[in-house]
């Protein structure tokens, strides 16, 4: 039975099993093709877009797309766009294009194509160092997104386009203080959550959070509540995960005193350089984990300037294998 002789329920069908690439292989071949291809719904594993300015003319941006395995650049400045492809893991220079219309646009209306209902879903999406909004009518839906550096107040737009309901979430903006793109209540994440801005949260609201894997800092936050999220991270933590928590700096604070649960069995270690207001030391025992994680902790705190940045995670033994040099002495 051939391909064409396919009911179209069939084909549908067998369109779910194919990669992206494979699908646009098929998209070209006929009209009925692209229709059958356009009406099954395609939710690739990653959907990465880098953007890296030429090293010829600050104007000029090449922005990648990837696809799964596949890959686009865009390539331009003002209204002319060149548009590469890769099949393979090769580009191809047949299915090059050079297009009258700014380089953006393009990318907007690739993207347009790529979703189903005004919806792009994926597993991963990764925005890197972009200077552009993304398209006004899409929404975008992923369990992990990480997305570094995005530009020109830009990142706030990008963020009201996606759905709030992520596993893990990376948020890595150039200016902190700015807009982030929605508030704490309209955010879900069950995981891990990594923002380098305030989120503007209070106490309650960090014991809240189902992310077990932490990095965010808040104003609101007091040491106290620090202190109870430090237990929780402990009682709750798996393995791999990270506490890391950036609140206001209290008066005379004392690390032993005032942010170290009285239960745990811990050891100062003296640093080299370390200065009064440091505090770091190995968690031993004093703390139960409900994942069974019993492995010795890493505990940090300290003090930069109005804040207090308080971090924990498993320790690790260094792989580095300890070299011993021999020592020379000269007489004369």
Same mark, same amino acid.
């Given at each position: ?16 099993? =194919? ?15 692209? !229709? ?39 390539? %331009? ?33 690739? =993207? ?15 925005? !890197? ?8 009518? =899409?929404? *975008?839906?992923? !369990? ?69 894997? =932490? ?9 106290? %509540? ?26 005379? *604070? ?18 080299? %350089?370390?200065?009064? !207001? ?8 004093? *703390? ?43 007489? %004369?």
């Amino acid at each position: 039975m051939s391909w064409p002789t396919l009911t179209v329920r069939l084909q549908q069908k067998v369109i779910r099993y =194919l990669d992206y690439e494979s699908r646009c292989n098929l998209r070209i071949c006929s009209k009925d093709d692209k !229709d059958s291809v356009d009406s099954v719904k395609f939710n690739p594993k990653t959907l990465m877009l880098y953007e890296i300015t030429s090293d010829m003319s600050e104007e000029k941006t090449i922005v990648r797309m990837q696809i799964d395995t596949f890959k686009m650049w865009f390539i %331009g400045k003002n209204n002319i766009t060149k548009v590469d492809k890769s099949w393979n893991g090769e580009l191809v220079d047949e299915l090059s294009e050079l297009k009258q219309e700014n380089r953006y646009d393009v990318i907007r209306r690739y =993207l347009t194509r790529m979703s189903l209902d005004g919806i792009i879903q994926a597993e991963s999406i990764k925005l !890197d160092d972009l200077s552009f909004s993304p398209p006004e009518t =899409l929404k *975008f839906k992923c !369990d992990n997104l990480e997305a570094s550096y995005i530009g020109n107040n830009h990142d706030a737009l990008w963020m009201k386009q996606f759905i709030l309901e992520f596993k893990n979430l990376t948020i890595i903006k150039y200016h902190p203080h700015e807009d982030i793109g929605f508030t704490y209540s309209e955010l879900k994440v069950s995981n891990s959550l990594n923002l380098n801005c305030d989120i503007g949260i209070t106490d309650k609201d960090l014991l809240e959070i189902k992310a077990t894997s =932490l990095n965010i800092s808040s104003q609101l936050i007091t040491v106290e %509540g620090a202190k109870k999220a430090l237990e929780r991270f402990l009682k709750r933590g798996k393995k791999t995960d990270t506490f890391v928590l950036e609140i206001r700096r209290p008066e005379n *604070f004392n690390a032993q005193e005032h942010i170290i649960p009285k239960s745990l069995v811990i050891r100062k270690i003296i640093r080299r %350089g370390e200065t009064e !207001d440091e505090y770091y030391g190995k968690i031993f025992r004093g *703390f139960e984990n409900e994942n069974g994680v019993q492995d010795v902790r890493d505990f940090n705190s300290s003090l930069m300037g109005d804040k207090l940045i308080v971090s924990c995670s498993v320790y690790e033994k260094s792989e580095t294998p300890c070299q011993l040099y021999p020592f020379y002495y000269s007489y %004369g």
